[in-house]
């Protein structure tokens, strides 16, 4: 057990639905990284925050957005959803912005149907 | 972007030692190299991280040459249970994120 929880474990939905994945960090980490692994792409960097603050981007999609609230908990925001927005969807915490050493919550796997 | 190669799968029997080399060649001076472990449908899983030479751990050793621009990720006698992808993301220059790649798939065999 990482330590880091993400809800839901599963989801389905259909296209063009919106959908928020919440993530909540190991006690005590300030930063929080989500990111997206599908069959064919592998693990894509989404985005990072650290306490609160947006600090880095990576390949997400402008029907996408996250924020990381007072608490430190972060929530990913998908909209207009694709069938090809199926995929894994991690989130992973660390002590200190930068550090490589992320701990990754099991995961919320969505379908797009 | 930063950019790894490793070997897409290695087949392993168990009780073997399996070594696991990442080629970076444009990691950053002052990154460390970092190794991590993914079952199935799990978050991957950090395993060990070192900067030059050689770390060891309960779980792996990571062997760096003076150059950096590679590593090796050592399993000493795996079990059918080391069957996962392992990862060597690296960091971009300037860049917070990890790049995380195809990952190698160990498939250890009784």
Not at chain 1, 18 to 34: A, K
Not at chain 1, 97 to 103: I, L, W
Not at chain 2, 17 to 46: K, M
Not at chain 2, 66 to 76: G, I, V
Request: charged share 15%; proline share 5%; with cysteine.
């Amino acid at each position: 057990d990482s330590g880091v929880t993400q809800t839901p474990k599963h989801l389905i939905t259909a296209t063009g639905q919106r959908v928020t994945l919440r993530c909540s960090p190991r006690s005590g980490d300030l930063s929080v990284y989500w990111y997206q692994q599908s069959l064919d792409q592998g693990l894509q960097f989404l985005i990072q925050y650290y306490n609160g603050e947006e600090r880095a981007k990576g390949n997400i999609l402008e029907r996408f957005s996250a924020q990381q609230f007072p608490d430190l908990h972060s929530e990913l925001n998908l909209s207009s959803l694709e069938l090809g927005d199926s995929a894994l969807y991690f989130c992973a915490s660390s002590g200190r912005t930068g550090v490589d050493e992320q701990y990754f919550g099991p995961g919320t796997r969505l379908t797009v149907t | 972007l930063a950019k790894t190669t490793q070997p897409i799968s290695m087949d392993s029997y168990e009780g073997q030692e399996v070594n696991i080399t990442c080629s970076h060649n444009n990691i950053a001076t002052n990154d460390y190299i970092t190794w991590y472990q993914q079952f199935p449908s799990q978050g991957p899983r950090f395993i060990i991280q070192g900067y030059k030479t050689k770390v060891t751990n309960e779980v792996a050793s990571l062997f760096i040459p003076a150059d950096r621009k590679s590593s090796t990720l050592s399993l000493p006698r795996v079990s059918l249970s080391d069957t996962a992808v392992y990862y060597c993301p690296v960091r971009g220059a300037g860049s917070y994120q990890l790049t995380f790649g195809k990952g190698t798939k160990l498939s250890v065999i009784p």
